[in-house]
């Protein structure tokens, strides 16, 4: 028997997922169970655009940036919430990205956010 997602399915799940928790905060490690471990400085969530899910996988269709960082860090993990401010934590990954230093911009490009689920094979 097959494991994992059909396409169609995991296309549904993630589009659900992405529309219920656009708001990513940053971290210094993982963000725990429930995401508030290892919080960056920076602490403004900024709220994520997303493409429709294909082939099992999301991706974002504009570039997320924070100017003005709050802090000198390494940004390692990113979590996912339901709201700008409180809300519900949805999902963490990690965070590919170069240190940062107080008063720098962070950008992360169109396309360089990404969810996949697991296919059916």
Same mark, same amino acid.
């Given at each position: ?7 169609? =399915? ?47 996988? =999301?991706?974002? @269709? ?21 709201? @700008? ?25 169109? =396309? ?10």
């Amino acid at each position: 028997m097959a494991e994992g997602f059909g396409v169609a =399915g995991a296309n549904t799940a993630l589009d659900a997922v992405m529309s219920a928790y656009p708001w990513l905060k940053l971290h210094i490690g993982a963000p725990g169970v429930a995401g508030t471990s290892n919080p960056a400085v920076e602490t403004t969530r900024k709220q994520v655009s997303w493409s429709p899910a294909s082939a099992g996988a =999301g991706t974002s @269709s504009a570039q997320v940036q924070w100017t003005n960082v709050a802090g000198s860090e390494d940004y390692t993990y990113g979590s996912f919430w339901s709201a @700008s401010s409180g809300g519900n934590f949805g999902f963490s990954g990690a965070v590919t990205a170069n240190a940062v230093a107080a008063g720098d911009t962070f950008t992360i490009a169109a =396309g360089n956010v990404d969810l996949t689920l697991s296919l059916a094979s």
